[in-house]
């Protein structure tokens, strides 16, 4: 059952640039806290960033600062990762999870299938 759907991942070079987005066409992404995650081969899940319902709070992993920006556009249902300046070991990946602002622990988020994102040249 598909909740979350990301697009926009592919391969890039070194320097590169993508912008990932995330929506739903099952419910509103307006009231909950938005994070983007990377799995790389052999690793586990990495938290890369975060943005709360309001888009007033944004967080970064330490090894993405700099380089990703984390946006929403509630109108249009929408999540962002513009993810510049890429590494060979961005490469991983990324998944969209939607955590309600209400009940952040209440383990009722909802997760996607992921977009692949490799960086090569």
């Known amino acids: 059952q598909v909740h979350l759907v990301e697009s926009g991942g592919g391969l890039v070079q070194p320097g590169g640039s993508l912008r990932l987005s995330c929506t739903s066409s099952?419910?509103?992404?307006?009231?909950?806290?938005m994070r983007w995650y990377r799995q790389a081969p052999g690793k586990e899940r990495e938290l890369v960033a975060a943005?709360?319902?309001?888009?007033?709070?944004?967080n970064y992993a330490d090894s993405v600062k700099g380089r990703f920006t984390i946006s929403r556009d509630n109108l249009n249902n929408t999540v962002y990762l513009q993810v510049d300046s890429l590494k060979p070991e961005d490469t991983a990946v990324y998944y969209c999870?939607?955590?309600?602002?209400?009940?952040?622990?209440?383990?009722?988020?909802?997760w996607g299938q992921g977009t692949q994102v490799s960086v090569s040249s």
């Open positions: 943005i709360s319902s309001t888009a007033r709070i944004t």
């Open positions: 099952e419910f509103s992404l307006s009231r909950y806290d």
């Open positions: 999870n939607a955590v309600p602002s209400w009940a952040p622990n209440s383990g009722n988020d909802y």
